[in-house]
């Protein structure tokens, strides 16, 4: 198939992009790598009469450190984040995250800030955004706003974003010292959506016990599913094998996935049993085996 027809414009500074959805924020898209956007419009399941594409717009596709935090450009794309020597030093979560997206022609296009902004219940940034209490800035002509990823993600492919606003920068904060995390997923083949995917961080004490534990889930509901109960129940602990199987046996309990042709929601939840394991075991290894992240 292809894409009803629609105007096009490409305009050359983010005022000027606010501007044109501000005045068509009732039919208007925003082009970044499109690699959802597109296949959307081909088959006709989105008729936007106005595509903004933002890829000429100056100075987004940065990666940096500032404040106390990982900042990320609206148009800084996979690849670049998979392999960013800071991201991969300090956010291995983010990275790894990254990587299993797709295929090479996907992440070199794809961005994660589109990936946020079009809430796939499949895609692997939300869940890092949640598994590290990550943020973004929301920009719109009217002013700017910052969400979390509790407040961002509200359904299948649908979030807080108002129709006017560009999700312009993803802010991660810098994981502290004796920390170690992940991302591991489970997909049929290289390239495919996730049926399960796992975002976990933990960070251990001078005693070697649990002193923080993030768990968040892909794959299992219409968002991002952070494991609370799980992570409070290791909190305190030593790493132990069998505390560990007892997290995520809980995590399984805690879920309430669908059945889809991809997978029965029993078969998700023994996925999401399996990977919680062998996350939180790589993570905790991590965290005492190189001292940092």
Same mark, same amino acid.
């Given at each position: 198939?292809?894409?009803?027809?629609? %105007?096009?414009?490409?305009?050359?500074?983010?005022?000027?992009?606010?501007?044109?959805?501000?005045?068509?924020?009732?039919?208007?898209?925003?082009?970044?790598?499109?690699?959802?956007?597109?296949?959307?419009?081909?088959?006709?399941?989105a008729?936007?009469?106005?595509?903004?594409?933002?890829?000429?717009?100056?100075?987004?596709?940065?990666?940096?450190?500032?404040?106390?935090?990982?900042?990320?450009?609206?148009l800084?794309?996979?690849?670049?984040?998979? *392999?960013?020597?800071?991201?991969?030093?300090?956010?291995?979560?983010?990275?790894?995250?990254?990587?299993?997206?797709?295929?090479?022609?996907?992440?070199?296009?794809?961005?994660?800030?589109?990936?946020?902004?079009?809430?796939?219940?499949? @895609?692997?940034?939300?869940?890092? #955004?949640?598994?590290?209490?990550?943020?973004?800035?929301?920009?719109?002509? *009217?002013?700017?706003?910052?969400?979390?990823?509790?407040?961002?993600?509200?359904?299948?492919?649908?979030?807080? #974003?108002?129709?006017?606003?560009?999700? +312009?920068? !993803?802010?991660?904060?810098? &994981?502290?010292?004796?920390?170690?995390?992940?991302?591991?997923?489970?997909?049929?083949?290289?390239? %495919?959506?996730?049926?399960?995917?796992?975002a976990?961080? !933990? +960070?251990?004490?001078?005693?070697?016990?649990?002193?923080?534990?993030? #768990?968040?889930?892909t794959?299992?509901?219409?968002?991002?599913?952070?494991?609370?109960?799980?992570?409070? @129940? #290791? *909190?305190? +602990?030593?790493?132990?094998?069998? %505390?560990?199987?007892?997290?995520a046996?809980?995590?399984?309990?805690?879920?309430?996935?669908?059945?889809?042709i *991809?997978?029965?929601?029993?078969?998700r939840?023994?996925?999401?049993? +399996? &990977?919680?394991?062998?996350?939180?075991?790589?993570?905790?290894?991590?965290?005492?085996?190189?001292?940092?992240?």
């Amino acid at each position: 198939m292809k894409a009803a027809a629609f %105007d096009y414009e490409a305009p050359a500074s983010l005022e000027e992009a606010l501007a044109l959805l501000q005045a068509r924020s009732d039919d208007a898209k925003i082009l970044a790598g499109g690699q959802s956007l597109m296949p959307m419009l081909n088959m006709r399941l989105a008729r936007p009469a106005l595509i903004v594409d933002i890829n000429r717009l100056p100075g987004l596709d940065y990666i940096r450190v500032a404040d106390g935090q990982l900042r990320i450009g609206a148009l800084a794309r996979h690849t670049a984040v998979a *392999k960013h020597p800071e991201v991969v030093r300090g956010w291995p979560v983010l990275a790894e995250a990254a990587a299993q997206i797709g295929h090479d022609a996907i992440r070199n296009r794809g961005t994660v800030a589109g990936s946020l902004a079009h809430s796939d219940p499949t @895609a692997e940034h939300p869940a890092v #955004l949640a598994a590290l209490d990550g943020e973004v800035v929301a920009r719109s002509a *009217k002013g700017e706003r910052t969400l979390k990823a509790d407040e961002l993600f509200l359904g299948y492919l649908t979030t807080a #974003l108002r129709a006017d606003e560009l999700l +312009t920068e !993803v802010r991660l904060p810098v &994981l502290p010292p004796h920390t170690g995390s992940t991302f591991v997923e489970f997909a049929p083949r290289v390239g %495919d959506f996730a049926v399960v995917g796992i975002a976990a961080a !933990v +960070t251990l004490g001078g005693d070697g016990a649990w002193q923080d534990v993030r #768990l968040a889930l892909t794959g299992v509901g219409g968002t991002p599913f952070r494991a609370r109960q799980a992570e409070s @129940a #290791l *909190k305190g +602990t030593r790493p132990k094998a069998a %505390d560990i199987a007892a997290a995520a046996a809980q995590v399984a309990e805690a879920i309430e996935p669908d059945s889809d042709i *991809k997978a029965s929601a029993r078969y998700r939840r023994q996925l999401a049993r +399996t &990977l919680t394991e062998r996350a939180l075991t790589t993570a905790a290894e991590r965290a005492a085996g190189q001292g940092g992240r």
